[in-house]
Each structure stands twice: as C-alpha cells, then as structure tokens.
C-alpha cells in the first residue's frame, strides 16, 4: 500500500479519534497554540503598525526589525529560551509562544502598516479637514479602508503559526508536532505522514475561512466600484470607443 | 469677517508659498482668489481651518486670532470642499453629507433627514441617498462635497477648485447652483480658482494672486475689468488678447459680438433683455 492510502487508514482509524493522543485533543492543542499566538502577536504587532501606518513614524526601524525577526532560526531560538531562560519542560509553553509570536509579527505588522499606508492620502486629508480626531480618522476611515490587507497580513501569520507550531511538540508539549516528533526515532513515516497531513489539511481550512473574512471585510463603497452596472458599461463603452477611433 | 495679517507661509523644505499676505474677506460674500498654479491659492484657503499653519502673521474670525482656537473644533465649524470632492469612500452619500453632524451627536435619523434635504439644496436625487460615492459621476460627486460642507451650516465655507474636474457643462450648472445657493444662504465663502472667467461670475470679491501669495489686485470683478493693475492682470484676465474687448459687426444681415481677436463671442438680441 502507498504511504498515503496508509496515512488515510490510520487517519480513519476510530482508535484514534479518541483519548490523550487522539486526532481531536491534538488538533485542539495545535489550534490552542496558533490562537493564543495569533492573538498576542495581533495586539503587539497590529497596534504597532497601525500607529507606524498613521504617523508614518518609525516605518525604517520597523522593516529592519522585521526582517531581522524573519532571519531567526525557530527551532534555534526555541532551544536557547528554553534553556537560557530555565523555563525547561515545565514552563515549555512560554518560550514556544515567543518563538511563534515572533514568527508572527512580520507579517502582521506589514499587513497592518501597509494596509494603512495604501488609504488614499487625499481621503485621510479630507477626513481631517471636517474636522475628524486623529482617532477618528484611524478608527473611522483607515482601519475600514485597510482592513482586507490588515486580515491578510492575518492570513499569512495565521499560515505560518499553524505550520510551525510543530516545533511545540519538540519541547514536550502537545499539537500535531507530536505525531512527527513521537513517530521520527521509531521510524513510523506513516505516522509522520499523518502529522504533516492533518497539519497541511488545518492550514488549508484556516486559509479558507480567513480568504472569506478578507473579502467581507472589502467596504461595499469600494467593492462597489468592480460591479457598478453603469459604470461597467461606460468601461465596455469605453473600450468599444478607443476600439473604434483605432479602427478609423 | 476673516483677515489676514501679513501671513507668510514657508514649508519645511524651504518653499515660500505666501509671503506677507494681508487681505479682509468681508462676511456673508464670496470672495474668490485666483492665480495660476503654484500661487500659493490652496495654502491660503487651508490657513483659514488651520490645516496648515503660517510661519508667521496672523489670521483672525471676527476677531478671533485663530492660532488660539482648537484646530479640531474650528475645522468642525467651517465647511471645506475639495477639488476631489474628498468623499469617505466607504460611506454612502447620506452618510458621506452627515459625517460631520454624527461626529458633533446629532442623531442618526435626524442627521440622515438633514442630509436629505441637503441633498434637495444642491440638486441631488433623494434616490442617490444609498449609493457609494464610486457609483456617482463625477459632477454627483461634487454636489456632494458641497451637501457635506453645508451640514454644520457653517458660517464659513471654503472651495478650492470644487468644480475643476468636471466637463464645462456641468461646471456651468453647478457654478449657477452654487450662485442660487448663496443668494439664499448667504455665507461668507471663499473660493479657489484658476479660472478668471469663474471668479469674475461667483466673486463679490476676486483677489488676483501672483507666485508667491502676492497680491495683484483686489476688487469686484466691474473694478478689476474696468481698470486692470497693471499688465499681469490685463495678460490673465485675457484684456491684453483682446478677449474683453467686444465689438459689434454686421454679418449676414445679422449683428454678432466679436471680440479683440476677430473671434465670434455671440449674436446681439435686439432690445429685448432676458
Ligand atoms: N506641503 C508642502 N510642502 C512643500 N511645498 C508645498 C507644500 N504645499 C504646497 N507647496 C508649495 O507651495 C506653493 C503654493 O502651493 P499651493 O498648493 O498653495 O498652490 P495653488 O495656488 O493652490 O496651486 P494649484 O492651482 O496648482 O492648486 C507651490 O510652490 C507648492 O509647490
Ligand atoms: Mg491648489
């Protein structure tokens, strides 16, 4: 048998759909993970790029930090604060969530300076003309504006959290790392396999429901503009006209 | 009234956009400064709401030195309309019209049957309530912008160049709207242009800018044609080129208008006055 159909197998297997390393607590500690990473690495790196976004202040120092937080080693910087640090197995948890938030903070912060840089600066000058806040200008015009690419910068930090938090399982504690981790010295690749499966499989669930959210959260004014029957037909009648004046 | 006391405005990167600008704009007229590009027009409107701050001098409201006042507080009081229209775009155009009043409180359904009726003011459909501002054409879009400027009904309203992007036509129906407008509602407006022939139309007071923010002349539009400055006024109000100098000459048994330059400018009606 391939070692495919073998994974599938195993993944079918009742057995495994239940108890300490069953497929559902597994998926659950892996999940865990990625959603207590994702949430930390938002509140610091969002908030952090939406002030750089709005003030455009510090934007030279945030792309050298982030790049240089891109260039560390995980699993390197994983065994240094383990050990560094004395968290050990014990207090495994604290150092995996840094090496993870620290995985998720490049794209979080350029998804959400970007984001706000990409407003129309003519639109956030006329905001405060009115006599918006600079408050209300980020709340009510910016972050509306820049949300498709704040939830993709999501999306990228959402993917990589989740393929990464197998390193947990490297330190002694739990998520899908631990079919790989656990099956590697025994030599058991269809468990491994599995592993790599169910991780894959997760991530390509989680990038569809976030590429969902990405395109709710387009504003219907802005979403308005690709599908506009009249203005479709001035663009066709546009078309059609350049078309003509060649023509002739 | 709004003066302005030997303003100057130098930017950071060392561009003297206004030098030594002093003016009154009196209350409850229009008064349109024009020039051509560069000429430091923009700067000075945006001086008035403080979104740009002169260098030195000093620019007062009826008397208030503005430098003192909250530039939050004093913008919320006085109507700006962009050349872009500047619309919110993810906000429908009722919600475009009532953000400044949402932002001071006002109620919802109150601020959204105020915009509506604004709506009426500047000859927009009610029906266009609901749509998005990239659903508009581009003279819809600036009825908009001036709906919104009305919303504080602000004592104070500032255009800069709120119909240059529009073809003549529409141009010419919103400058006529904006004319009926202001005979009812009388504001003190000041209006940006390049467009001699514009501010000659809107303006109780034209103000004629050089580079610099530097005054060429001021008066009301019979004043400045009848006795131009000098030669930079006579070149930009097309005096020199003959184009206000009109003559009658018979053609076809007709009489038409010709200007300076040969041009046909109109046909003349006979005694009647319409
Ligand atoms: N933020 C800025 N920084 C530096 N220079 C500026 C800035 N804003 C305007 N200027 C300069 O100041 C001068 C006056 O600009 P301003 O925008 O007031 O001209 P304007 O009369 O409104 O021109 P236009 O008809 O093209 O709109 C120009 O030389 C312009 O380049
Ligand atoms: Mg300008």
Redesign the pocket.
Same mark, same amino acid.
């Given at each position: 048998m391939n070692a495919f159909a073998e994974a599938f197998v195993w993944i079918g297997d009742p057995a495994h759909w239940s108890g300490p390393d069953g497929i559902p607590t597994r998926l659950a500690e892996h999940l865990g993970y990625t959603g207590l990473t994702v949430l930390i690495a938002v509140l610091i790196a969002v908030t952090l790029g939406l002030y750089i976004g709005h003030t455009g202040r510090f934007r030279g120092v945030s792309i050298g930090a982030t790049s240089a937080l891109r260039a560390l080693p995980t699993l390197g910087l994983l065994t240094f604060l383990a050990i560094a640090f004395g968290f050990g197995i014990r207090l495994a948890l604290i150092p995996t969530i840094i090496v993870l938030v620290v995985l998720a903070i490049p794209p979080l912060l350029a998804g959400a300076y970007s984001g706000i840089e990409s407003v129309d600066p003519r639109t956030v000058d006329a905001a405060r003309s009115m006599g918006m806040t600079e408050w209300q200008i980020l709340w009510k015009v910016e972050i509306p504006l820049a949300l498709p690419l704040i939830i993709g910068g999501v999306r990228s930090a959402v993917l990589q959290v989740v393929a990464t938090a197998t390193v947990a399982a490297y330190i002694s504690l739990g998520g899908l790392g631990r079919y790989i981790i656990d099956a590697l010295p025994v030599r058991d690749y269809t468990k491994v396999l599995v592993g790599a499966l169910l991780v894959t499989l997760l991530a390509l669930v989680l990038e569809g429901i976030l590429i969902s959210i990405q395109r709710l959260t387009v504003p219907a004014g802005v979403r308005a503009i690709r599908t506009t029957p009249s203005l479709r037909r001035q663009r066709a009648y546009g078309r059609n006209a350049s078309a003509a004046s060649r023509a002739s | 009234m709004i003066r302005f006391d030997a303003v100057s405005k130098k930017?950071?990167?060392g +561009?003297l956009?206004v030098a030594d600008f002093s003016l009154t704009i009196p209350s409850r007229t229009t008064t349109v400064l024009v020039?051509?590009? %560069?000429? %430091?027009? +923009? +700067?000075?409107l945006r001086m008035i709401n403080r979104m740009v701050d002169p260098t030195s001098g000093s620019i007062s409201i009826d008397g208030d030195d503005i430098s003192t006042l909250e530039p939050v507080k004093l913008r919320r009081r006085i109507g700006y309309v962009m050349q872009n229209s500047g619309l919110l775009p993810h906000r429908t155009v009722a919600d475009n019209i009532a953000t400044v009043p949402l932002l001071s409180g006002v109620k919802r359904a109150q601020a959204r049957a105020e915009a509506l009726t604004l709506m009426d003011t500047v000859g927009l459909d009610r029906a266009l309530a609901d749509r998005y501002p990239s659903q508009l054409s581009g003279g819809q879009q600036q009825r908009v912008g001036v709906a919104r400027g009305l919303a504080i009904d602000p004592n104070i309203l500032l255009m800069d160049?709120p119909f240059g992007a529009v073809d003549p036509l529409v141009r010419s129906e919103l400058q006529q709207e904006l004319v009926r407008i202001q005979k009812d509602l009388a504001k003190t407006i000041v209006f940006?242009t390049?467009d001699i022939d514009e501010a000659f139309l809107l303006g109780d007071q034209v103000v004629l800018l050089r580079t610099g923010g530097q005054i060429a002349q001021v008066g009301s539009p019979a004043e400045i044609l009848a006795d131009p400055a000098d030669d930079f006024v006579n070149t930009f109000i097309g005096a020199d080129r003959g184009r206000r100098a009109l003559r009658i000459e018979e053609v076809s048994g007709r009489q038409v208008v010709v200007d300076g330059t040969g041009r046909l400018a109109g046909i003349l009606n006979e005694g009647t006055h319409t």
């Amino acid at each position: 048998m391939n070692a495919f159909a073998e994974a599938f197998v195993w993944i079918g297997d009742p057995a495994h759909w239940s108890g300490p390393d069953g497929i559902p607590t597994r998926l659950a500690e892996h999940l865990g993970y990625t959603g207590l990473t994702v949430l930390i690495a938002v509140l610091i790196a969002v908030t952090l790029g939406l002030y750089i976004g709005h003030t455009g202040r510090f934007r030279g120092v945030s792309i050298g930090a982030t790049s240089a937080l891109r260039a560390l080693p995980t699993l390197g910087l994983l065994t240094f604060l383990a050990i560094a640090f004395g968290f050990g197995i014990r207090l495994a948890l604290i150092p995996t969530i840094i090496v993870l938030v620290v995985l998720a903070i490049p794209p979080l912060l350029a998804g959400a300076y970007s984001g706000i840089e990409s407003v129309d600066p003519r639109t956030v000058d006329a905001a405060r003309s009115m006599g918006m806040t600079e408050w209300q200008i980020l709340w009510k015009v910016e972050i509306p504006l820049a949300l498709p690419l704040i939830i993709g910068g999501v999306r990228s930090a959402v993917l990589q959290v989740v393929a990464t938090a197998t390193v947990a399982a490297y330190i002694s504690l739990g998520g899908l790392g631990r079919y790989i981790i656990d099956a590697l010295p025994v030599r058991d690749y269809t468990k491994v396999l599995v592993g790599a499966l169910l991780v894959t499989l997760l991530a390509l669930v989680l990038e569809g429901i976030l590429i969902s959210i990405q395109r709710l959260t387009v504003p219907a004014g802005v979403r308005a503009i690709r599908t506009t029957p009249s203005l479709r037909r001035q663009r066709a009648y546009g078309r059609n006209a350049s078309a003509a004046s060649r023509a002739s | 009234m709004i003066r302005f006391d030997a303003v100057s405005k130098k930017f950071p990167d060392g +561009t003297l956009a206004v030098a030594d600008f002093s003016l009154t704009i009196p209350s409850r007229t229009t008064t349109v400064l024009v020039g051509s590009s %560069g000429s %430091g027009k +923009t +700067t000075l409107l945006r001086m008035i709401n403080r979104m740009v701050d002169p260098t030195s001098g000093s620019i007062s409201i009826d008397g208030d030195d503005i430098s003192t006042l909250e530039p939050v507080k004093l913008r919320r009081r006085i109507g700006y309309v962009m050349q872009n229209s500047g619309l919110l775009p993810h906000r429908t155009v009722a919600d475009n019209i009532a953000t400044v009043p949402l932002l001071s409180g006002v109620k919802r359904a109150q601020a959204r049957a105020e915009a509506l009726t604004l709506m009426d003011t500047v000859g927009l459909d009610r029906a266009l309530a609901d749509r998005y501002p990239s659903q508009l054409s581009g003279g819809q879009q600036q009825r908009v912008g001036v709906a919104r400027g009305l919303a504080i009904d602000p004592n104070i309203l500032l255009m800069d160049e709120p119909f240059g992007a529009v073809d003549p036509l529409v141009r010419s129906e919103l400058q006529q709207e904006l004319v009926r407008i202001q005979k009812d509602l009388a504001k003190t407006i000041v209006f940006v242009t390049h467009d001699i022939d514009e501010a000659f139309l809107l303006g109780d007071q034209v103000v004629l800018l050089r580079t610099g923010g530097q005054i060429a002349q001021v008066g009301s539009p019979a004043e400045i044609l009848a006795d131009p400055a000098d030669d930079f006024v006579n070149t930009f109000i097309g005096a020199d080129r003959g184009r206000r100098a009109l003559r009658i000459e018979e053609v076809s048994g007709r009489q038409v208008v010709v200007d300076g330059t040969g041009r046909l400018a109109g046909i003349l009606n006979e005694g009647t006055h319409t």
